[in-house]
């Protein structure tokens, strides 16, 4: 086999069963459909269409691995956050990760980001998280810490998820600093966040802590 002209492909995700199989297959297809089309096609080329897939694998370079999740689970919510590895050549790979929430009783995907009442609110507690975790403070070049862009004015991280603990952010790859640093994440604990999550686009008027206690 010519390397040059070969693609190596690993897929894993997660897999959700259910007494409610309509749930079940509809959780599982978005599941299974993200981690499919994030291993194999670029953002220019990620689309529905599968009939592109076959052609693509041929002109890929090298590798695509989607082997890392993690997230959190209740009789009401399944939240994920699936990251999918590339390597293509050159000095490093690069990451691009993919949140998932849905309402559990029904199998509805959820914006998490719209289930946020007020995001300056929401910025304004998971800086103070990230600052505390990150030991950042005005005094710190942002040369020194690495970060591209100013401390104020970080955004909310593309990739919100909800974990046992809170609503985690996590930053990628060059998102808000250079490659070296990784991927950095601070989690807003669910007692902080007080009417900030409402989750009611689905029904439900707050999230399940039964598991967190």
């Not at 090298?62 to 689970?73: H, P």
């Not at 939240?79 to 390597?87: G, K, M, P, Q, V």
């Amino acid at each position: 086999m010519d390397s040059l002209h070969s693609v190596q492909l690993k897929i894993a995700y997660p897999y959700v069963e259910s007494t409610d199989n309509a749930v079940a297959d509809s959780i599982n297809r978005t599941i299974e459909s993200c981690g499919i089309l994030y291993a194999i096609l670029s953002d220019e080329q990620r689309t529905p269409v599968m009939t592109e897939v076959e052609e693509f694998i041929h002109d890929t370079i090298n590798y695509s691995n989607v082997s890392e999740w993690k997230g959190y689970q209740s009789e009401k919510l399944l939240s994920l956050l699936i990251t999918s590895h590339y390597y293509t050549g050159g000095a490093h790979g690069w990451s691009v990760m993919r949140p998932l929430t849905f309402d559990a009783l029904s199998g509805k995907e959820l914006d998490l980001r719209k289930e946020i009442t007020d995001t300056v609110a929401f910025r304004k507690l998971f800086l103070e998280e990230y600052y505390r975790k990150y030991d950042i403070s005005p005094e710190k070049s942002i040369e020194e810490s690495g970060y591209l862009v100013p401390y104020t004015e970080f955004p909310i991280p593309a990739a919100l998820y909800l974990s046992d603990k809170g609503v985690v952010g996590v930053y990628g790859d060059y998102e808000i600093a250079c490659y070296a640093m990784g991927r950095t994440e601070a989690t807003v604990p669910y007692e902080r966040m007080g009417g900030l999550l409402k989750l009611n686009g689905s029904g439900l008027t707050a999230i399940d802590n039964s598991q967190n206690q």
